[in-house]
């Protein structure tokens, strides 16, 4: 059938099962979203700022394991998408860019809001087109979400030039994109997995390190099956919290610069790594040189160019992680590892995060710890990045599969309200508290119009300690409490611009009040910000400084350092 760019955009859209798109109109774009009133199955949420199209897109596929789709104009809403793009580059998360560029005729004249989008995102999507015609973007839309959520998922950005949304063309889409080059590797071989058994056989003392890929490939179950039976402890990472129940006798926490000191100190006692779908970044292994050097490795990744990178691999396994795991299953014996398990149990009593209620002030990991209570560990927790995140991902129980969402590779501050919006969208059925630094909420605070103007219930949870508390933390530590530009003197009146936005407000600023305001804002119909003015001298322990070892370690000051 004949039709024009635009619609041939919004046609495959719908092909692909996308039923919401993130996205701020301008000139080089206008041509798309004049078919979007066509297209009624196609929900537009306009933004504040393509940043935050981009950060919401996110948030809505890790909430929904659907790629998300964001659209912007060309030159600089193009480039504003490019943050929201990195984090989901990094964190490997399914996304599809569409943006506007101007016309033919014009690109590479430095016309107005003329950017090369595709070259500026070369190093930080899996792949990017430049659409040349109107009879291309069937295809083109097709191999986008399937490079998009295949394999190790990642961005995908597609550019296309104005007149190509008004050119005509005949609408064909493809069944199965055609791509000889493109063809990820998803069965484990099955000699390596014979192998990789026998070292687990051999191990006395082998810890799982279960990764994104876990959650990436929905192998819950199969991760479970595999650790009861060979009865090795699961580590998980940080971006795989909440892969593996963590009320579990197995499991063992997080590991790395902020997670708990006995998880990075089992991996150090370990004699068998079994890494899952994870890469051994620097925040977990410190020094990779002097990184667990008393234990062979197993690494099983699907992305051959993630293993032996930073950390060699004794055994190697590319492939999908659910198929991978239940062959490893059949191949492994029942395991017993008794004594090592009793060790796990007494790093554990040993190296302990601090009680919550300890505290006589009003503390951030207080406030988390609250939340898990009134939400009985089930919500669907967004955070931004800083001392809030770590906090976030200690304290909080994370009953629910899935349930942490961050900027973990990127970092990026300022994703706690976009992302969040982008969770709520795509998962309506779910609580969603947005744990934020006042520093990174101020970063993207405009799209709270957005959640007013669509009714998108989130919850926030500002933890207001007046600066940027991990910058403050470093420099305390490590800069002789040289302070440089990281106080803040003059913070908005959070609860009078929640007002202003048309949304609940409530300021805490005792223990007492902790409770209360959180039952307040979940019973509120409609997005709620509570204010938590919270100390500013409060540090994140434990604490392994960036690039030592374990035995580097910082454990909470008023904890009784144990002799290792």
């Not at 595999?226 to 971006?239: C, G, R, S, Y």
């Amino acid at each position: 059938m004949k039709m024009n760019g635009g619609q041939m955009v919004c046609e495959s859209l719908l092909r692909e099962g996308v039923d919401t798109i993130f996205g701020l109109p301008g000139g080089a774009i206008l041509p798309l979203y004049q078919t979007l009133p066509e297209f009624p199955g196609l929900r537009h949420i306009l933004v504040r700022h393509e940043q935050g199209a981009a950060h919401a897109a996110d948030g809505y596929a890790r909430a929904t394991g659907r790629p998300g789709v964001c659209w912007a104009t060309s030159g600089p809403g193009a480039t504003n998408l490019v943050t929201g793009i990195a984090t989901a580059q990094m964190d490997s998360i399914p996304m599809v860019a569409i943006t506007g560029q101007v016309g033919r005729a014009a690109i590479g004249s430095d016309a107005f809001q003329e950017t090369d989008i595709t070259g500026i995102t070369l190093p930080i999507t899996k792949h990017n087109y430049l659409v040349m015609s109107a009879e291309e973007i069937p295809g083109v839309i097709r191999e986008a979400f399937y490079i998009a959520s295949t394999g190790r998922p990642g961005p995908v950005l597609v550019d296309i030039p104005k007149d190509v949304f008004t050119e005509e063309g005949e609408f064909v889409y493809p069944d199965t994109p055609q791509m000889e080059s493109y063809k990820p590797n998803l069965a484990p071989h099955t000699g390596q997995v014979r192998r990789a058994a026998k070292l687990i056989k051999e191990a006395k003392r082998p810890v799982i390190i279960a990764g994104h890929g876990v959650i990436l490939s929905h192998a819950y179950d199969e991760l479970r099956e595999f650790a009861e039976k060979t009865q090795i402890p699961v580590i998980t990472t940080l971006m795989g919290v909440s892969c593996f129940p963590t009320g579990h006798v197995l499991y063992t926490g997080w590991p790395g610069m902020h997670g708990m000191a006995y998880a990075s100190l089992a991996i150090e006692e370990a004699d068998l790594l079994i890494a899952l779908g994870m890469r051994f970044d620097d925040r977990i292994t410190g020094n990779p040189a002097l990184f667990a050097l008393n234990s062979k490795k197993i690494h099983v990744d699907i992305d051959p160019s993630e293993i032996g990178k930073n950390v060699p691999a004794d055994l190697p396994i590319v492939g999908d992680l659910r198929l991978t795991l239940a062959a490893l299953t059949k191949q492994v014996d029942q395991g017993s590892h008794l004594d090592w398990l009793g060790r796990i149990d007494q790093l554990k009593r040993e190296h302990p995060l601090v009680d919550p209620n300890d505290a006589q002030a009003l503390q951030i990991r207080y406030i988390i710890q609250q939340i898990s209570e009134a939400t009985k560990g089930e919500a669907l927790i967004v955070t931004g990045v800083g001392q809030h995140q770590m906090w976030a991902a200690q304290h909080y129980p994370f009953k629910q599969r899935s349930s942490l969402i961050s900027s973990c590779g990127s970092g990026a501050m300022g994703y706690e309200v976009p992302g969040a919006m982008g969770a709520q969208v795509g998962r309506p059925d779910r609580v969603v508290w947005s744990i934020a630094g006042d520093g990174g909420f101020q970063m993207t605070m405009a799209e709270l119009a957005t959640l007013v103007e669509n009714r998108i219930p989130v919850k926030f949870a500002i933890m207001n300690n007046n600066c940027l508390g991990m910058v403050r933390q470093w420099q305390q530590l490590f800069y002789e409490k040289s302070y440089v530009a990281t106080k803040y003197t003059h913070n908005p009146d959070f609860v009078k611009l929640a007002d202003a936005f048309g949304m609940l407000g409530l300021r805490v600023t005792d223990k007492l009040q902790v409770r209360p305001a959180i039952e307040e804002a979940m019973s509120y119909d409609g997005p709620a910000v509570v204010d938590f003015v919270v100390e500013q001298e409060d540090n994140v322990y434990p604490m392994i400084p960036a690039g030592t070892t374990v035995e580097q370690l910082m454990e909470e000051p008023t904890l009784q350092r144990v002799n290792r």
